[in-house]
């Protein structure tokens, strides 16, 4: 794997389990941190590896993610990047690079969450009570009022792009449909992915976040991901697919930002499914 590492872009490892409630999330990023770090200078954020995690707010876990919300804030306020690149870790660990984006391109960023879930439950209306559900209604601005407290700013619904998403609670899909967010299905990924990069750059956006679940990816043509995923969903798009859009989004528009998140540790000695997840995190530095 080639170099590819600028001074004005953060590297960012920030294994953070417990807005999944799982430790197996923390092992799989360390996994692929390993593979990666012999050349991707990384800054990370501490995480502690297991305990038990405490319940407040209606969120599992919240007095660590808030800690390590408040040192990744820190961090990117310091730092102060142009780009970031991140692996993590669950999908709650995305609020402050997100938002830092958001307000250092004053609201000229698209994200594209690529994901089989559309994290947009609140506290209250969480099934589960794991923060990883709830990152994007933070984002927004609502949610734990100190959580929404560790943003630089806050998205607007027309800046969500939900992409592979398909299984949506309730409680998600009526506010969705009330804020009324853009997605795009898997079929779409799959065949209109110049057309969607089109559609961003005709709304007013040059600057792209993706944000990529490994539950976006379908367990029939990944078979791995029914191993290195808590959530495989059907319906999903396969690697060549998650390849494929993120190049054109990288040659249509400029990539500001980039995370992977939710992979745990594979069930067998193979290691070639994570090094192919390893080689997108290489892909979005180009």
Known sequence: MTEMHSSEDLYLFFPQWEGSGKTEVYIGATILQQILQPHIPFNAIKVEAAHEPDFEHDILGYSHILRYAQEAHHL?????????????????????????????????????????????????????????????????????????????????PQQIFLAGVRDLDVPEQRFLSHAQVSSFTSAQLTTQAEEIA??????????????????????????????ISHFPTPGGIDIQTLRHFQHIM?????????????????????????????????????
């Open 76 to 156: 990117l306020s310091s730092k102060n990047p142009r780009r970031i690149f991140t692996l993590g870790g669950d999908c709650g660990i995305e609020v402050a690079p997100i938002s830092f984006l958001n307000k250092r391109y004053d609201g000229d960023l698209a994200v594209i969450w690529l994901d089989a879930h559309a994290d947009s439950n609140t506290p209250l209306s969480s099934p589960s009570k794991t923060f990883h559900g709830m990152v994007l209604r933070t984002l927004l601005g609502e949610g734990a009022p100190e959580l929404v407290a560790t943003s630089f700013s806050r998205l607007l």
């Open 250 to 286: 990288i040659s249509k528009l400029t990539t500001v930002g980039w995370c992977l998140t939710e992979v745990i540790p594979p069930q067998h000695e193979n290691m070639h499914e994570l090094e192919q997840l390893a080689g997108l995190y290489a892909q979005a530095l180009k």
């Open 198 to 227: 089109d559609t961003l750059k005709k709304q007013g956006f040059s600057h792209v976040y993706l944000h990529i679940d490994v539950d976006v990816l379908d367990p029939l043509s990944f078979p791995a991901v029914k191993d």
